[in-house]
């Protein structure tokens, strides 16, 4: 199984389709932003994109099958994942397809590597505008701390923690069961994971989740990653396919577009059953557009 391995003892799944051009895939899900996630979208570009390129799809830290110390959420931290992926497969520039959250993990990663990124599709770009608040994104977070306080009045022995590993037993996929916490995919399959974390008793561990939730969503920035004025010198050309939901708004994703200074923006009900062999050739013929000549 292809992995990087990180200084801090993070080990990053990756997998590689197909031949040609590199195509990174920063996938949906935010916590959860794992190669299974694309199940979950219109169109799999692993398949769909592994026929024109070299497709490297990826599992972010505490998502999938990469594991990582429960450390609180870092952007730098997660760039270097996605360098490290890159460096792995030989892949000096790529194109980025990016959606949702994943979206977030895109904007670093053209800011902190432009040198790297070669084209940019942004389907479904989650962020704050006017018709959200930071809430529905801190509430991603809510439950499981909830669940701990709650439980911890009746499970003095673990103080809480024990309930969230009975959540994490049920479903390890923090983005369908929020209340197993954003290390929920590591405390399903490792008992000696489950062991360490006991040490960090109730209010240990909801000081950690507090600390990931605010790195991860930093209050006064629209786009999280980067400051909301980047947008307007992203170094790469850029595909919009707009969302049109809480955590994905319209607006946000039409800002975008207009703000950055190559990009283009499809039209909504881009993932109509209708469109989808349409919205799928403009993927391709955009990151064929875009590879060196």
């Not at 959606?99 to 590597?113: I, M, T, Y």
């Not at 024990?162 to 369908?176: K, L, Y």
């Not at 469109?275 to 403009?282: F, K, N, Q």
């Amino acid at each position: 199984m292809p992995e990087a391995i990180r200084q801090d003892g993070a080990r990053i799944h990756y997998e590689v389709h197909g031949d040609g051009f590199p195509v990174l895939l920063l996938a949906p899900g935010h916590v959860s932003s794992g190669i299974d996630s694309w199940n979950d979208t219109f169109y799999n570009p692993v398949r769909e994109l592994s026929q024109h390129f070299k497709v490297i799809a990826m599992d972010q830290r505490h998502a999938g099958r990469s594991v990582a110390p429960a450390l609180p959420f870092s952007y730098e931290q997660t760039v270097g994942d996605q360098l490290a992926v890159l460096d792995a497969v030989g892949a000096e520039k790529a194109h980025v397809v990016a959606a949702e959250f994943g979206c977030v993990h895109a904007w670093r990663l053209a800011h902190d590597a432009p040198e790297r990124v070669r084209s940019i599709v942004a389907q479904e770009p989650a962020g704050r505008d006017a018709d959200n608040t930071l809430g529905d994104f801190f509430g991603l977070f809510d439950e499981t701390i909830r669940l701990v306080r709650a439980a911890g009045f009746d499970d003095p022995e673990t103080e809480g923690l024990g309930a969230v590993f009975e959540a994490a037993a049920r479903d390890g996929v923090f983005a369908r069961n929020p209340e197993a916490g954003p290390f929920a995919a590591r405390l399903h399959d490792d008992e000696d994971f489950r062991k360490e974390m006991l040490a960090f008793r109730r209010e240990k561990y909801i000081t950690l989740l507090v600390r990931f939730r605010d790195a991860m969503f930093p209050d006064g920035r629209a786009h999280f990653s980067v400051p909301d004025q980047w947008t307007g010198t992203l170094p790469a050309p850029l595909l919009v396919l707009p969302g049109d939901s809480t955590r994905q708004p319209r607006g946000l994703a039409e800002r975008i577009a207009a703000e950055a200074p190559e990009a283009a923006l499809l039209a909504p009900g881009f993932d109509a059953p209708a469109r989808r062999e349409e919205t799928v050739a403009s993927i391709v013929e955009f990151l064929l557009k875009n590879n060196p000549s």
